[in-house]
């Protein structure tokens, strides 16, 4: 990951997810799915420079 943020020419967001729970040894959830969602949309939130509210 290091070396593909340092060879990168582009200013696009370059980002590594692993999901540790993934395989046979993982854990099963019902709400794994909101919770995976929930990343996705406070990552989509953050590079729109959107700032929490309290």
Known sequence: MARLRAKKTDDNVLIFRTNMEAGHGGKSGRFRR???????????????????RN
């Open 34 to 52: 909101f919770a995976e969602a929930a990343e996705y949309y406070a990552f989509m939130l953050d590079q729109l420079g959107v700032e929490k």
